[in-house]
């Protein structure tokens, strides 16, 4: 699918949000016809964007929330701290012709539009807008978003009150699913995932499974690993994949602050969860044996995760704990970023 992406939350502020884990120490229904795509990296500051053909442009919000106004605190590693996101939000202005997507862990909507969530929708106006942890039991009857949103897709949790992901989009899809093929427990998967599938590409958007405090859950987020890789592989196997949300891993060292005191000791930062990332990526990667392997073995592509590719020795974040004021001191995660399968050139 022909794409123009950008990544630049790093400079935004947004409403606190939890975890199932705590960190310690993060219409139109017109669509793009040609396949082309080029990755163009322009220098302002924390932006990072995909140029493609008749391109669309995908926002993701790698601090889940929207520019701070001059007047923000910033914290040491250079992000704002705000807390509720400001009435005055002022986002780039998009490339003409091109279409944007966003992504956003909202830690619950009914908490999120008590702490600004309409005017970051009124700044940034994503032509579809992926969100995670919304924690909805029902699909909302939400006037602002069904007129701004005409196709609205929420995969909601079995569990009140929990999880839960959907995309809202101004495009209409050919199909929508929620389910993960393969997954021996689909109550599990329910509020974690949807696939959109467009003319050229499909759009994942997840809630990835945590692995939980003393890493208590790691055995189902390895089953959920095993399966997801298999499922993105085929699904790229016949067009464009673009995989974004909360996937609930620090890929690297660089992508945590205290990264040596959580190796292999908290969710998000284990060699299994690490692994199993870095093999969507690329299928060449080593295999821990603590990854879990597919028995599928068919060739696969490599995607990029865009806004390390982009900003490479950048340390921004997308979680910041509750606790120990870390947001303020700029100690965080970066778990919710934005994939994309590598049918591109680098263009400096």
Not at 253 to 279: I, M, P, V
Request: charged share 25%; hydrophobic share 30%; net charge positive.
């Amino acid at each position: 699918m022909p794409l123009k992406c950008s990544t630049s939350g790093s400079a935004r502020t947004a409403t606190k949000r939890s975890r199932e884990s705590p960190d310690v120490d993060s219409d139109s229904e017109s669509r793009p016809s040609s396949p082309e795509i080029k990755v163009e990296a322009r220098p302002r500051a924390k932006k990072a964007k995909v140029q493609a053909k008749n391109s669309v442009e995908k926002t993701k919000h790698d601090a889940s929330e929207p520019a701070a106004p001059s007047t923000s605190v910033f914290a040491p590693n250079g992000q704002p701290t705000n807390k509720v996101i400001p009435v005055q939000v002022s986002f780039p202005e998009r490339t003409p012709g091109t279409l944007r997507i966003a992504t956003w862990n909202i830690c619950g909507l009914a908490a999120a539009q008590k702490k600004g969530f309409k005017y970051y929708l009124e700044a940034e106006d994503p032509d579809i807008l992926v969100l995670t942890e919304t924690k909805v039991n029902n699909e909302p009857a939400d006037p602002t978003l069904s007129s701004r949103f005409p196709h609205r897709y929420w995969s909601i949790s079995t569990k009140k009150s929990y999880a839960g992901t959907a995309v809202l989009s101004k495009i209409k899809p050919i199909s929508v699913t929620t389910d993960l093929p393969g997954h021996p427990d689909p109550d599990s998967v329910k509020g974690r995932i949807l696939t959109l599938e467009f003319e050229h590409c499909y759009l994942i958007g997840t809630y990835v499974v945590n692995a939980g405090q003393g890493l208590k859950t790691l055995e189902a987020k390895k089953e959920w690993n095993v399966h997801f890789t298999k499922y993105i592989r085929a699904l790229d196997r016949k067009k464009p994949v673009i995989w974004t949300g909360d996937l609930n891993v620090a890929p690297t060292g660089k992508d945590l602050t205290n990264a040596k005191n959580n190796w292999n000791k908290t969710a998000g930062y284990t060699e299994a969860e690490t692994g199993a990332f870095s093999r969507i990526l690329d299928p060449s990667a080593p295999v821990s044996k603590d990854v879990g392997k597919s028995k599928e073995s068919s060739p696969a592509g490599t995607f990029v995760d865009i806004w390390r590719k982009m900003h490479p020795e950048d340390r921004h974040y997308t979680y910041f704990s509750y606790r120990f004021n870390c947001r303020m001191k700029g100690i965080g995660w970066r778990l919710d970023m934005c994939t994309y399968a590598q049918y591109c050139d680098l263009i400096d």
